[in-house]
């Protein structure tokens, strides 16, 4: 199984501690790693290759969800931005990262994609830390 329909599996057993809220299109959680605090995926469910594979209506509300996403963690945050990337070269499957971006990055990140951070150096993301950002996003999504 591939990691995108390993996330969606454990999301639906509620075994994703990782996980914000379950949206129409699929499961919003927050990032491994947080170097930008309120660092957000998409996940589709059912998990599909890519966003060509879904029909219109469902890659409306995808891609509509994506963005309600990026307004919550916009509110939660005070970033300065969201940037949204949807990829799939690693992993072959649909998958959305939303990035808040901050006017206090580093000059040398902040026009640069965040692909340019060293992920491995970056703080995992725990519940203790960032449950409370979790909770609060999770709450702006739901109102």
Not at 35 to 50: H, I, K, N, R
Not at 100 to 108: L, M
Not at 109 to 123: I, S
């Amino acid at each position: 199984m591939s990691l995108i329909s390993d996330r969606v599996a454990l999301a639906r057993t509620g075994a994703n501690d990782k996980v914000i809220c379950r949206m129409a299109s699929g499961w919003a959680v927050m990032g491994d790693v947080q170097f930008l605090p309120g660092y957000c995926l998409l996940l589709p469910d059912p998990v599909v290759p890519s966003l060509n594979d879904l029909d219109a209506e469902s890659r409306t509300t995808y891609l509509l969800e994506m963005t309600r996403i990026g307004d919550a963690v916009l509110e939660a945050t005070g970033a300065l931005r969201m940037n949204y990337e949807i990829l799939g070269n690693s992993e072959p499957e649909l998958h959305c990262h939303i990035f808040s971006r901050y006017a206090s990055e580093p000059e040398q990140h902040r026009k640069m994609p965040v692909w340019f951070y060293d992920w491995k150096a970056a703080p995992p993301y725990t519940e203790e830390v960032h449950g409370n950002l979790r909770k609060k996003i999770a709450q702006l999504l739901a109102s």
